[in-house]
């Protein structure tokens, strides 16, 4: 089971994107928080293998959260989600350790989907860019543990059957 943790303030995105990912991956359990603070508490309680976090956020930036969470539990997968497509953004994303970078008005399953499956088996695209076919490197350096293959190839059947694959 795939822990997925979304971080954003917009209660319509949240009930838009959760809707969305609970259809298309029905094995996950997702977890939300409305703020810094409650990102870091559920982090630790919670401990999602993938975080999805907007950059602005009240009482903290997503960029400062994912600089803290990868401090204490660098595993963690952080994709950036936000409104604001910008270089200064995605170089502050970068550079805070995030795994990915997608602004929202180009948001789309088929390559959320495939995002994750690149992350949890070890084939994690550059920064920012989206996944491209084919054997990758690791440029994170990310080792996936035996519960994250197996998350994989449970990701991996599942599309296929939604796909009528």
Known sequence: MLKILMV???STFRKTFGRALRKRFPF??????????????????????????DIRLPGASGLELTRRIK????????????NYDV??????????????????DSL???????????????SAPDFGRPPEKGPQKNPGGFRPSSQHLTLVSLISSRVELLHGQ
Request: proline fraction near 4%; aromatic fraction near 8%; charge should be negative.
């Open 8 to 10: 954003e303030d917009s």
């Open 28 to 53: 996950m359990v997702i977890e939300e928080a409305l703020d810094g603070r409650e990102a870091l508490q559920k982090t630790e309680t919670f401990v999602p293998d993938l975080v999805f976090m």
């Open 71 to 82: 401090a204490s539990n660098a595993e963690i997968v952080i994709i950036i989600l936000t």
């Open 87 to 104: 270089p200064e953004y995605r170089a502050a994303a970068h550079n805070g350790g995030a795994d990915a970078f997608i602004p929202k």
């Open 108 to 122: 789309d399953l088929d390559d959320i989907a495939a995002l994750i499956e690149s992350f949890f088996s070890g």
